[in-house]
């Protein structure tokens, strides 16, 4: 049997890149007398930007740590040790770097075991421990604490979660066995499932100790010392800590169902994490710890060599990393200043666009229309969603008053955009009509200007090409819900010149959006993968299956909704608008499907009703649709359209729309809601062999999203 040392020894030599995390003892005289106190920082000797995390050197070094205040404790010489981080950080958990580089299941069972065997040590000391939450926890940082005997945290606190589901994990260091046995089943499934499923929600420091995760809350200024006279207080018996009691009955069993329930919704079963976790759950309702600690070692190995946990690693590593860093942007000195912006048009989109800017960039934002009574609409949204930040308590009185005075509407472009930097226009998606807009700014906007179009697929050197300076057009083009979805797709036209294109970026930045530079190709790169994906859907119904079939095919995808409910969330008319301009620039894979046409003719806004509170086939839509008798099962309809999709992906990186496939799946990502545990598309299409039976290779190379070689 390893010693956790030669277990760590090993899983270290694997991992040489390690950002090591060091366990600082230092002993104090505990205020009121309450005796003398061991405290451990954690700390990897860098600033918050480099959150502190556990690899393998770094829990071997809390070990180490542990063995000099255990051996303290059983000497006498200490009352009480606390764990504790350094400022602004508490602990982020496993160093995901270092799971990347596991390739055998034995090496991912030592690292679940590595760390629970150093954790659960914390709750079998000679005397009492403290976890002090004084910055962001999550994952194995939240875990550690949970081994404690005591916690508080502090009201500062920004984030706090057990994210693991999300990535393609479970809580794997005693999350899944120890929170539902110190909060329940219910707050505990809430927690590590549904926070996780929905898009990682982060708790506050003041739900932490609400949920009773923590036992005491106190303010950030003096958290650590509010904790130390707390602990004093404790130790001496003039603090008692209750906890309710756990139900262990029906309330239990209840909570993981509801769990099934939300996992379901989420993943429809695509993904394994959350049935794992609530395996676990389920199976800590008698309160045996070291039973659930074991189930944990298992699920956290079987999820590391899995393809999932890869896709979401790389997910995850893509959003944080190459979002930051978008590739093929130009020198980001080339950028111009923008401290004006125009928007060409006050309709939805463009008042979106308009508070959007409003509240980033902080600078004068004019709108512009056809008539006045449009104008003055679109301005009284923005001055509308600018109360309501002001009602949450979002922005104070004063920042409400500076933004609603940025924001004006004018009928005449030339007074509104003779000094704009910047002018986007959101105008009717026609191409006639873009480009008399873009005529029109451009003989009043200064020559520096750069103009950018919001256009979904047409196609942006085309908008340019009537102008004097086509060097200063680029797309822009952004996903709905704007305040939302992350994406911008940077369009670079056959014209557009590097400073134009840089300041485009640096604006993105501003905007804090994920920006991805296409190159001028019909429908860019979001709208042209959920065509084809929506129109071979649309194909088989035309042709014969069933809408009920064609929709329950993709349900293993786990996307986050289905592709009717989606055309319905974009408009039929928007689908078959940009299925159109596809058509016409690729007839052979992009064809107009005359059922879509005829729900859009009828007027129809979607092919559902909800009158039962669920959707079903409206009965109108039904009567419209002409089918052929060609019926296809589930899987017959998923190969067709996974193949379509691996397809025009081929083609699309071919024809250097985008760098690279990681630019595809970021874009999937952060415009269209795919889940991490695909890792956007390209991961998942390598793992089932679609890319290999289309286009006679992986997109990427393995070990990257996928278990090395």
């Known amino acids: 049997m390893s010693t956790t040392a030669e277990l760590l020894k090993g899983a270290a030599e694997l991992f040489p890149d390690e950002v090591v995390t060091s366990a600082h003892v230092r002993h104090f005289e505990l205020p009121a007398g309450a005796g003398r106190f061991a405290l451990i920082t954690l700390d990897n000797g860098f600033d918050h930007t480099k959150p502190t995390t556990f690899g393998p050197q770094s829990l071997a070094n809390l070990n180490t740590a542990i063995d000099q205040v255990e051996a303290e404790a059983a000497n006498g010489e200490i009352v009480g040790v606390g764990l504790t981080g350094k400022p602004f ?59 404690c005997t005591y916690r508080t945290v502090s009201k500062a606190l920004p984030a706090f979660s057990l994210p693991e589901v999300f990535l393609g994990l479970v809580p794997g260091w005693g999350g899944c066995a120890i929170l539902p046995n110190l909060i329940g089943a219910e707050k505990a499934v809430s927690v590590i499932i549904e926070n996780s499923l929905n898009q990682n929600r982060q708790l506050k420091g003041k739900q932490v100790f609400e949920l009773g995760i923590a036992d005491a809350l106190f303010e950030g200024a003096d958290f650590l010392e509010q904790s130390l ?95 930051k860093r978008p590739a093929g942007a130009p020198d980001k000195s080339l950028a111009r200043p923008v401290t004006k912006v125009g928007v060409v048009g006050a309709g939805l989109m463009a008042s979106q666009l308009a508070l959007l800017f409003l509240r980033r960039l902080e600078v004068p934002v004019v709108l512009t229309d056809i008539d006045q009574e449009r104008v003055d609409k679109g301005v009284g949204y923005v001055h509308a969603e600018i109360e309501k930040l002001l009602g949450k308590g979002r922005i104070n009185q004063d920042k409400a008053n500076r933004l609603k005075g940025l924001v004006s509407g004018v009928l005449d472009k030339a007074e509104g955009f003779a000094d704009a930097d910047f002018v986007i226009e959101a105008v009717f998606e026609e191409m006639s009509v873009k480009q008399k807009v873009f005529a029109e700014v451009e003989a009043v906007a200064p020559a520096h200007a750069i103009l950018a179009t919001n256009t979904s697929s047409l196609s942006v050197s085309e908008m340019a090409s009537k102008l004097k300076h086509p060097e200063r057009v680029v797309g822009f083009h952004f996903f709905n819900p704007v305040a939302i979805l992350p994406l911008l797709e940077i369009v670079r036209g056959e014209q557009t010149d590097d400073a134009s294109l840089a300041t485009a970026f640096g604006v993105a930045k501003k905007l804090k959006k994920t920006a991805v530079l296409t190159k001028d190709a019909p429908a860019f790169v979001v709208n042209r993968i959920l065509t084809r994906f929506m ?67 009828a007027g129809k806004r979607g092919f559902y009703v909800y009158d039962s509170g669920k959707p079903e086939l409206d009965p109108e839509v039904a009567a419209l649709l002409k089918q052929g008798d060609t019926v296809l099962t589930e899987e017959q309809v998923r190969d067709r359209v996974l193949d379509a999709v691996a397809q025009e992906i081929g083609l699309m990186l071919e024809e250097g729309v985008v760098a690279e496939a990681q630019d595809i799946d970021l874009c999937l990502i952060t415009g269209a809601g795919w889940p991490f545990h695909l890792g956007g598309i390209t991961p998942y299409l390598d793992r089932e062999g679609v890319s290999e039976r289309v286009n006679g290779k992986r997109f990427l190379a393995q070990g990257v999203a996928s278990v090395p070689a």
């Open 535 to 601: 129109g071979e859907i649309q194909n088989v119904i035309d042709e014969g299956t069933s809408v009920e079939t064609a929709e329950k095919a993709i349900e293993p995808l786990g996307l986050p909704m289905s592709p009717l409910v989606l055309l319905e969330l974009v408009g039929p008319a928007i689908g078959l608008h940009v299925s159109e301009t596809l058509n016409r620039s690729f007839p052979e894979r992009f064809k107009v499907s005359p059922n879509l046409k005829a729900v859009v003719e």
């Open 89 to 147: 950080i508490f602990a982020v958990g496993a160093d995901l770097k270092g799971v990347e580089l596991l390739k055998k299941h034995e090496e991912a069972l030592a690292i679940g075991k590595g760390g629970h065997d150093v954790f659960k040590r914390l709750s079998s000391l000679a005397v009492p421990t403290f976890a002090y939450y004084n910055g962001a926890a999550m994952g194995g940082g939240v875990e550690v604490g949970l081994h």
């Open 229 to 323: 006279i707390w602990t004093a207080s404790v130790l001496n018996g003039t603090t008692t800590v209750e906890r309710p009691e756990v139900d262990r009955g029906e309330a239990w069993d209840q909570a993981v169902a509801k769990g099934r329930f939300v996992a379901d919704s989420k993943v429809h079963g695509a993904a394994p994490a959350a049935y794992r976790a609530l395996d676990i759950i389920e199976a800590a309702k008698d309160g045996d710890l070291q039973k659930g600690f074991d189930a944990e070692d298992q699920a956290l190995a079987d999820l590391i060599m899995g393809g999932e946990l890869r896709s979401g690693i790389y997910a995850f590593n893509l959003v944080q990393k190459r979002g």
